[in-house]
């Protein structure tokens, strides 16, 4: 089955505790983002990547960091989390639909809620 | 500064009518606008697309117009169904970027 993976759903943690959210897709997409969702502002994108190695800055990438070693994996990673990232996580991977016109289509996982104490 | 603005947070519509949601944007060089359904613990499901040079894209129940002048995008559900309760958000690209604009999201309910 065609899937985006994200681990954990949940965490709870505490202030400057460095912690890791993993994203994992099966589609062999090359293109993969990340982005939080947060009452009254929508979803915002962190970071992206459009192939292995290759990764930039979304809209809010401040206190994020991300890799792309490999191109089903992009790990999501909050050196020294604060209680502003609290928020819902989400990962997605991307198939490109240019050839229709469609831009690019996103696959998004089902959330990481992360609570920062 | 919102560059995709969905100004209706909610939206009531009996099933079988027609549902309209809108999304305004400011940023002319936006090339690809999409909408996504997000139901409660999941995460959100592409439903339709749009490219700038077409002003409207029709997939079933679901249709997209876009009025470049206005800077406006619709998508209308016609018949709406109680399974179409949901929240909506649309987004944006920019041209030859995979960055992506979202907006604040409708949360569209349909009645039985």
């Known amino acids: 089955e065609a899937q985006v993976t994200q681990n954990p759903r949940y965490l709870i943690t505490v202030t400057g505790k460095k912690l890791t959210v993993t994203c994992s897709q099966n589609?062999?997409?090359?293109?993969m983002s990340w982005y939080r969702q947060d009452p009254g502002l929508g979803l915002r994108q962190i970071y992206y990547?459009?192939?292995?190695?290759?990764?930039d800055k979304g809209d809010v990438p401040e206190g994020y960091k991300v890799s792309r070693k490999e191109k089903r994996n992009f790990p999501l990673i909050l050196e020294s989390p604060s209680p502003n990232q609290t928020s819902l996580y989400f990962c997605?991977?991307?198939?490109?639909?240019?050839?229709?016109?469609?831009?690019?289509?996103?696959?998004f996982g089902a959330g990481t809620r992360l609570s920062v104490l | 500064d919102q560059q995709v603005k969905q100004n209706s947070p909610s939206l009531s519509v009996q099933e079988g009518r027609i549902s309209i949601l809108n999304c305004d944007y400011t940023?002319?060089?936006?090339?690809?606008f999409l909408w996504y359904k997000k139901y409660p613990a999941e995460g959100p499901t592409f439903l339709i697309s749009?490219?700038?040079?077409?002003d409207k894209n029709e997939d079933g129940r679901f249709t997209v117009f876009l009025n470049k002048s206005a800077k406006h995008l619709s998508l209308h559900i016609v018949p709406s169904q109680p399974g179409d309760s949901a929240v909506y958000f649309c987004?944006?690209?920019?041209?030859?970027?995979?960055?992506?604009?979202f907006g604040t999201g409708t949360r569209l309910k349909v009645l039985a």
């Open positions: 997605a991977s991307s198939l490109s639909a240019m050839d229709r016109g469609l831009g690019y289509i996103q696959y």
């Open positions: 589609m062999n997409h090359e293109y």
């Open positions: 990547s459009m192939n292995v190695e290759v990764t």
């Open positions: 940023n002319s060089m936006f090339d690809y």
């Open positions: 749009i490219s700038s040079i077409k």
């Open positions: 987004a944006a690209s920019p041209r030859r970027t995979y960055k992506y604009i």
